[in-house]
T-cell receptor, first 114, second 114 residues
Framework: AQSVAQPEDQVNVAEGNPLTVKCTYS??????LFWYVQYPNRGLQFLLK??????LVKGSYGFEAEFNKSQTSFHLKKPSALVSDSALYFC????????????FGKGTRLHILP | KAGVTQTPRYLIKTRGQQVTLSCSPI?????VSWYQQTPGQGLQFLFE???????NKGNFPGRFSGRQFSNSRSEMNVSTLELGDSALYLC?????????????FGPGTRLTVT
């Protein structure tokens, strides 16, 4: 069965420093991977996705993610964090060709410290 | 384009009652999915509808049901409410069904069961 793990419940980063939010996945077929962000009292917003092609995917608000097939990871990164990046981040995976349900991680709360 | 809308935004019910939540997808989107979000369990998939047919279902009891209308609007119903059903219920739409498509989320309905 497919699964996704976000090993850190919370990540603290100083403003201006690079940030990484980790995600690992398990699927039996080819993975389709997504990152979403949730601001307080809002629904989730799509950030970026990996379907195929380049392992480095660029998305909204300066975020990018690197697909690593051998490590089954899809970590979210940003070179320089902003206080406004503070939010809840979700990684999600779909298994191409299987039952095609989308599975979300439990989320990582990112705190950017001024 | 208008985003995904959900009504009502907040709801308070007592145990044993039933509730119906409504979701209007982005114009032109034919796939609608529902999720339950709780602090302990994260985001859990309830079901997905496409062209008025349930395409996928998560691991929730039969008390949770849904439907989709010909205009792609969707409703979900929870019968015999339990305290543990208190959660944020999110609706998401996408242009089509299937793996590559990202989802667009509504602001959610906050259900409190007392």
């Amino acid at each position: 069965a497919q699964s996704v793990a976000q090993p850190e419940d919370q990540v603290n980063v100083a403003e201006g420093n690079p940030l990484t939010v980790k995600c690992t996945y398990s699927v039996s077929g080819n993975p389709y991977l997504f990152w979403y962000v949730q601001y307080p009292n809002r629904g989730l917003q799509f950030l970026l996705k990996y379907i195929t092609g380049d392992n480095l995917v660029k998305g909204s608000y300066g975020f990018e993610a690197e697909f690593n097939k051998s490590q089954t990871s899809f970590h979210l990164k940003k070179p320089s964090a902003l206080v406004s990046d503070s939010a809840l981040y979700f990684c999600a995976v779909r298994d191409e060709g299987r039952d095609d349900k989308i599975i979300f991680g439990k989320g990582t709360r990112l705190h950017i410290l001024p | 384009k208008a985003g995904v809308t959900q009504t009502p935004r907040y709801l308070i019910k007592t145990r044993g009652q039933q509730v119906t939540l409504s979701c209007s997808p982005i114009s032109g989107h034919r796939s609608v999915s529902w999720y339950q979000q709780t602090p302990g369990q994260g985001l859990q998939f309830l079901f997905e509808y496409f062209s008025e047919t349930q395409r996928n279902k998560g691991n929730f009891p039969g008390r949770f049901s849904g439907r989709q209308f010909s205009n792609s609007r969707s409703e979900m119903n929870v019968s015999t409410l339990e305290l543990g059903d208190s959660a944020l219920y999110l609706c998401a739409s996408s242009p089509d069904t299937g793996s590559p498509y990202e989802q667009y989320f509504g602001p959610g309905t906050r259900l409190t069961v007392t």
